[in-house]
């Protein structure tokens, strides 16, 4: 809160306390809502709530409310008991300055009009892992874009850990924690292949699916292996505005994906756009390799493919895709469960192309994110 915005008046009815501040900002709270959320119901060192729902009456009222020191006082008309609030944490709640940063997503539907140098975040490694401030402005922006990128990470092997230690945790996976991305004989999954591979998702067999993907370039191909990446999030919406009812179907029908190895067996069902409670869309599922068939009846399969067509139509549009090179010791940090990500085809008997990739869990990304912003603003837990 701005130190030069006070409160101007505050008036309190049995139900409800209204705050105006000199900005123009304007707050309503609800009599059970601040009874639910006193200050001193929570612990002091954690934050943590010490009182349940259930602890706490049912319909509380407001005798009275008055402005003082920074604060609201507010007393209640069935306890013996006056409670204030801090009014910069009012304020906060009013104007939603609560929520972080790094929520505010940014969306880019015309892919092939960006490039990594000019619309999104780029870091050297050492500027990374050397200076606070930077590492979280680009942590920042992969989360709101869905990607970012790093140059000179050193091209050695396992190098790509290195860089994680500074974004979030690690997990393993039947690929292990980091995986290898080259052309091998008879590969168990086409992205050990040399062949182009369309935009996709990874691993939407898994439950829970890795929330970001990092992709270190060891040796890039000098001819083909061109990285392709589209905003799920952007085309899901621009799939909504455009064709509400192909949204709706394929937003509200679950899709089964599989993965098969010698000492693995994954299944997971899922739609190919996931949306809040409140409709707005958190995940994008697409791999049309992983994919098995959907479970409809024979009469309903001609609406959903028409209308699975038209996604899919989407993410073959080339005005939708970012390309770019990633050269020898780049690195490429995306929202797996956002961006999409592909490659144009490339020959590896004659160009060996050799990148290292490892999942992030999407929690550490974001709790990595705001433990920074707290030490860089000596912010106290909230």
């Known amino acids: 809160m701005n130190a030069t915005v006070a409160a101007t008046t505050v008036t309190a009815q049995p139900g409800t306390l209204r705050i105006s501040w000199s900005d123009g900002t304007k707050g309503e709270f609800a009599s059970v809502w601040l009874r639910d959320n006193l200050p001193e119901d929570r612990d002091r060192h ?28 507010v007393d209640w008309a069935d306890e013996q008991r006056t409670t204030s609030f801090d009014i910069a944490w ?21 892919g092939a009009t960006l490039s990594p140098q000019s619309d999104f975040c780029t870091l050297t490694f050492e500027t990374l892992q050397s200076k606070s401030s930077s590492r979280l402005t680009w942590l920042t922006r992969l989360l709101q874009d869905g990607i970012a990128f790093l140059k000179d990470v050193p091209r050695r092997n396992h190098a790509i850990l290195e860089a994680a230690a500074c974004i979030g945790y690690v997990p393993e996976t039947n690929y292990g924690r980091v995986f290898d991305v080259k052309a091998v ?3 168990e999954n086409l992205a050990y292949s040399d062949l182009g591979l369309g935009l996709h998702t990874d691993n939407p067999y898994r439950d829970p699916v890795p929330g970001f993907q990092a992709l270190h370039t060891l040796m890039a191909a000098p001819d083909g ?46 739609p ?8 707005v869309v958190v995940a994008v599922t697409y791999n049309n390799r992983a994919a098995r ?38 690195l490429v940090v995306f929202d797996n469960r956002r961006i999409l990500h592909g490659r144009t085809g490339f020959a590896s008997a004659r160009h060996p192309r050799h990148l290292q990739g490892c999942y992030l869990t999407r929690d550490s990304v974001y709790s990595a994110t705001a433990v920074l912003r707290r030490q860089l603003e000596g912010g106290a837990m909230q």
Not at 226 to 254: N, Y
């Open 293 to 330: 068939p959907v479970h409809m009846a024979a009469a309903d399969c001609a609406a959903y493919y028409a209308a699975y067509r038209k996604f899919a139509a989407l993410l073959r549009e080339p005005r939708l895709q970012m390309s770019t090179r990633l050269n020898d010791g780049d």
């Open 46 to 73: 954690s934050g943590q709530r010490l009182i349940d729902v259930m602890d706490i009456p049912s319909a509380p009222r407001i005798r009275s409310a008055s402005l003082s020191n920074g604060t609201v006082n």
């Open 90 to 110: 009012l304020y906060e709640c009013a104007a939603g300055g609560m929520r972080r940063p790094e929520l505010q997503r940014h969306l880019w539907l015309e």
């Open 225 to 270: 292996g061109d990285s392709l990446f589209a905003d799920g999030f952007a085309i899901a919406e621009h799939l909504r505005q455009t064709e509400p009812q192909a949204f709706a179907l394929i937003s509200r029908t679950p899709v089964p994906f599989w993965y098969r190895a010698a000492d693995t067996d994954l299944y997971a069902e899922r």
């Open 185 to 187: 004989p008879q590969p």
């Open 272 to 279: 190919l756009i996931e949306l809040s409670c409140a409709g």
